[in-house]
């Protein structure tokens, strides 16, 4: 087993995780427009889109590249959903339904950018959420820059998928504090 079985089973539980915001959506009638999340090794983005492709559920998955450029990263998540609706016996997508933004990449993997890190500390401070450096801070920092540059209409209802990773800041704790300064 390599790398990619990992990524394929990661895709198959985020199509899980696509379905279980389907069926909320069903339950409760709260409904989003946009689902915005960070995307590096697809798995995730992958996963969501099969996921609610299979579901019939359209809601649009921005990914917030933390890795790769876009067409890259567009073709990369495009591969790994065919796949996963394959194994879910659903029809593929067109390439047009992946949707990444690669404006948040900054220097490269795992080097945070100034807006990863106004992020870290926007949420931390304002929600009580920490964000790991890597994923998830550069998907919450391409949503604010989405929302500030207007992307989204005022009415829009926005789900941002926190993946986890908060252990990591404890590695980028001198990065953290010197932008506090």
Known sequence: RGLGDVYKRQALGYAVCAQEIADHVEETG???????????STGTQAGLVAGFEAAGHALPVMGVSVRQPRERQMKAVHALTQKTLEKLGCEGV?????????????????IP???????????A????????PVYSAK????????VRQGFF?????????HTGGASALFAYQEQLLASLK
């Open 125 to 132: 401070q304002q929600e009580g959420l920490l964000l790991d």
């Open 94 to 110: 067109p390439l047009s339904k992946i949707l990444v933004d690669d404006g948040y990449v900054g220097e490269g993997y795992g």
């Open 153 to 161: 209409k005022p009415t829009d209802n926005v789900l941002f998928l």
């Open 113 to 123: 950018a100034e807006s990863t890190l106004e992020a870290i500390r926007l949420l």
């Open 139 to 146: 998907g919450m920092a391409g949503l604010i820059g989405m």
């Open 30 to 40: 709260q409904t989003f427009d946009w689902l915005v999340m960070g995307t590096g």
